[in-house]
Nanobody
Framework: QVQLVESGGGLVQAGGSLRLSCATSGRTFRRYAMGWFRQAQGKEREFVAVISWSGDSTYYADSAKGRFTISRDNAKNTVFLQMNSLKPEDTAVYYC????????????????WGQGTQVTVSS
């Protein structure tokens, strides 16, 4: 059974930092690209960042560029999202997901998802 479990969310002041983690099991983690998405209350889910299976390639949403860094540790089956210079508009539930096929930027290209972790940025 494939499981993705996010952690590291919380309440932080604007300008602060958080590091999200996503621990995976039940799948050969290192074979798949991994992505982070987020969904703010009342809004659609949106792409945040993705990292290739090897970690050599990363892609970010414009809103995340320069502030967020995605990384992975294949030995520990874990993917991370370091978030710096957080803004109130970053407030959302953050989900990690395992890429299966298709565009990295579409949620439909991912077949397994975590339960999400809440990030709240106060102004």
């Amino acid at each position: 059974q494939v499981q993705l479990v996010e952690s590291g969310g919380g309440l932080v002041q604007a300008g602060g930092s958080l590091r999200l983690s996503c621990a995976t099991s039940g799948r050969t983690f290192r074979r798949y690209a991994m992505g982070w998405f987020r969904q703010a209350q009342g809004k659609e889910r949106e792409f945040v960042a993705v990292i290739s299976w090897s970690g050599d390639s990363t892609y970010y949403a414009d809103s995340a560029k320069g502030r967020f860094t995605i990384s992975r540790d294949n030995a520990k089956n874990t993917v991370f999202l370091q978030m710096n210079s957080l803004k109130p508009e970053d407030t959302a539930v953050y989900y990690c997901a395992s890429h299966y096929s298709g565009s990295y930027y579409r949620g439909s290209s991912y077949d397994y998802w975590g339960q999400g972790t809440q990030v709240t940025v106060s102004s």
